[in-house]
């Protein structure tokens, strides 16, 4: 008798030039993410909004959460220009990590890499967009808006 | 709730390697701590050992240096807040003394980094971090920090220069520090160019010498009530005020990038506590993991206004003769960051500091001592307030 395999959806070992996690209820960012769209969640009852993404509100104790996506300018907060990486990351470098203020939220991801550096200025506006890196690896990025 | 006192404080040496296990390597902090405090190991009503545990092979020290250190059959309990980690067993230990549940608690904290190299170490403190949406964009402890740094400089004008000074200072008590892992003076020279010894960069606009040194080590103190202080100590060092505090582990989820908003909630605690200000404060310990990060304790502390953080160090207010000396025992830049081991460091300088007994590096006659130490990236916060 043949049992059949009980399928894993790990879709969020994609996630970045080195994943850590594979399993989470917000598995659908990542196809969010296959289709260009970076997306957060809102909680469908108390109207919390969630970036990164949460399955749950720690506001309403609800798990009736939707997706949203994440749209239009943020202001850039802060960045830094990494010259040293942790392990698994080295061939990334030289890359900048980054933070964008959207108002209602924050997004914490990296600089686009033909960002000139001289250009790159805490209060100036950009936008988020979806990246493929070299190792077939899925993330976002921050472009000029 | 009844009064809390210190009575016994020790560290090892912190080195870069130490040639020996973590058992032995806590020993040496206990074995100081005990003989400070006249105490014997059966005098001891607890232990709370302190480390992050993801540096060493052995899972669950707790029990492990319990037997080694002679602290069985006491009950052992092991707390973990990354950089924070021995802190939060002092305010574990001040829980149960406090309690009543028992008249004495030694707190041990302990690291022994130098098992793992440093790009595994960047990637595993990294960790500490959120691991699902932050870690898989390359984070580091120097990039989080770095960001704060940029923040900082971009609302209030702090230059990289200023950074330099706080590193200056630190080498300058870590070369009168026997238990400093360095030793060596450094000099605004040193950060002159990407080449320059203390210049090279690391992440933007942190530098190689605004980074502390991975260290082996490890800390301890004695906690007990106000009947065993008066039995075993001719000068106690009473908790007057502690308080602590934790923040989203996301950068996403923080209001404010150029302070750290649980140590500005763990002081207004501790100092609410202990019936205290800012203006009280003969001496501090702060959390200088980064030099931006004694910068922005300056101003979460209320020795500076946000911002004014630089008048303090340009100043020179905060060295052994300015108006609030801070880390004059080295801090973590000198003195070394053995994580777990830090807290109970930070407490045993101040400690010595109240008794008088800090030799080359002791503040004229201070009353009252600050220890400000934080987990994470700001992740977790415990300021503690001690007095004579």
Redesign the interface.
Known sequence: MSEKKKEVDDRFKKFGTVSFTSLTKTNDFITNLEQGKISGTRCKDCGAVYFPPRADCCKCLSSNVEWFDVAGKGKLVTYSKLEYAPVGFGEDLPYSIALLDYGTYKVFGRLAKDLPENEVKVGMELKTVANKLPNGQLNYVFVKA | MGKVAIIGVGQSTFVRSYPGSIRELAFEGFREALKDSTMKASDIGASVVCSAPEYDKQRSPAGVLAEYLGLNPQPTFYVETLCSSSSTGLKLAYSLVASGLHDSVAVIGFQKMSEISS??S??RM??GA???????????M???Y??????HM?KYGTTSEDLALIRVKAATYGQINEKAVYRKPVTLDMFATPQSPMG???????RVGDCCANADGSSCVIVVNEEKAKAFSKKPIWILGIGSASTSV?????DI?SGLTVAKESADQAYKMAGVTAKDIDVAEVHDCFTIAEMMAYEALGFAKPGEGRDLIRGKETYKEGSIPVNVDGGLLSKGHPIGATGGSQIRTIVLQLRGEAGPMQVKDPKIGLVHNIGGVGLYGNVTILGR
């Open positions: 790009a595994e960047q990637e990294g960790r959120d691991i699902q949406w932050e870690s898989p964009f390359g984070t580091m120097p990039a989080y770095a960001m704060h740094a940029q923040a971009a090279g960069p690391v992440s933007s606009p942190l996301n950068m996403a989820g923080r990038l």
